[in-house]
C-alpha cells in the first residue's frame, strides 16, 4: 500500500494491524510496545493480525465491513466506538499490545433489498431522495408491527454506533451499544410534529409509500444503489465487531 512500509514479520511480538491513511506514529507505537506493524487495507490485515488499529471513521468503517475475528482499537473515530485521540495513540497501542483492556461489543447489520442489493453498515442505514428538499412518504416496521409511516426527505436507522451522528443531528437520542435498539429518526419531516423511535435491534423494516423523487438506499458512508416504491429494505444484525477500550477511551456520551 503507497505510503506504507511493512518490514518483515520478525519475534514474537503480537501483530497489529494498522489501518487508514499512512500513520508512522502508529506503526512507531506498535514497535515501541513490542507489537509487529502490518499496514494495509481493511480485510487483508484483519485476517492476518492479533488486534487492529483503526485511524480516523473512514478506517474503522472499512474494518467493520470486515467483521474482523480480533479486537480494533479506534484512533480519532468519533464517539460512537469509544475511540482514543491521537494524542494518547502511545499509551493505547501499549496496553492495546499488552492485552490490558476490555472489549465493547457492536452489531454490524445487514441493509436487503430483494435479492439485489445488499451492504453491511456500523452505524446507520438510510433513505434519501436523490435530489435535495424532495419529500416522499416511508412507512417503518419493527418486529412485524408498523411503527410508523411519514413524509420527510428521507429516514435514518441507526446502531447504537451509529446514534451519535447523523441520527443525533436530526433530532434522535445516543444510545449504548448494550442497549440492543437502533434509533429511527425521519430526516427533514413535513410535519413539525413528529416522533423518533428507538426499537429492538432485531429486525426494522423501511418501504416508500409514495416517492415524488428517486430514493437511494445509504449503509454508513456509501450510497449502495435504488430503491423502488413498495420494496422493502429489510435491517438486520449480521455479525459484530469487538472495540478495545483502554482507559483514554471516549464515552460515547461525552462531547
Not at 68 to 87: E, I, K, M, T
Not at 93 to 115: K, N, Q, R
Not at 131 to 147: C, M, N
Amino acid at each position: 500500500m503507497p505510503g506504507h512500509s511493512n518490514p518483515p514479520v520478525m519475534g514474537d511480538g503480537p501483530v497489529v494491524g494498522v489501518v487508514g491513511p499512512p500513520e508512522a506514529d502508529v506503526e512507531r507505537a506498535v514497535r515501541e510496545a513490542g507489537g509487529l506493524p502490518r499496514a494495509g487495507p481493511a480485510t487483508t490485515v484483519s485476517a492476518e493480525s492479533d488486534s487492529v488499529v483503526a485511524v480516523g471513521e473512514p478506517a474503522v468503517l472499512s474494518v467493520a465491513r470486515a467483521t474482523p475475528d480480533v479486537p480494533v482499537l479506534p484512533v480519532a473515530a468519533g464517539r460512537g466506538v469509544r475511540s482514543v485521540s491521537r494524542g494518547d495513540v502511545d499509551e493505547a497501542v501499549a496496553a492495546l499490545v499488552d492485552g490490558e483492556f476490555a472489549t465493547e461489543t457492536h452489531p454490524v447489520v445487514g441493509a436487503g433489498v430483494a435479492d439485489r442489493t445488499s451492504a453491511r453498515a456500523l452505524q446507520d442505514v438510510m433513505l434519501a431522495s436523490a435530489e435535495p428538499a424532495q419529500i416522499s412518504e416511508y412507512t417503518v416496521r419493527a418486529g412485524g408491527e408498523r411503527v410508523a409511516r411519514f413524509r420527510a426527505d428521507g429516514v435514518v436507522v441507526a446502531t447504537p454506533a451509529g446514534s451519535p451522528g447523523y441520527a443525533r443531528a436530526t433530532g434522535g437520542p445516543v444510545v449504548p451499544p448494550e442497549a440492543g435498539v437502533a434509533t429511527v429518526v425521519p430526516v427533514s419531516p413535513f410535519s413539525t410534529d413528529i416522533d423518533h423511535w428507538a426499537v429492538p435491534l432485531s429486525e426494522v423494516t423501511l418501504a416508500i409509500e409514495r416517492d415524488e423523487t428517486d430514493v437511494q438506499l445509504v449503509a454508513d458512508d456509501r450510497v449502495v444503489g435504488p430503491v423502488d416504491r413498495e420494496e422493502l429494505v429489510r435491517i438486520t444484525p449480521t455479525a459484530h465487531v469487538e472495540f478495545a477500550v483502554v482507559p483514554a477511551s471516549r464515552s460515547c456520551f461525552e462531547r
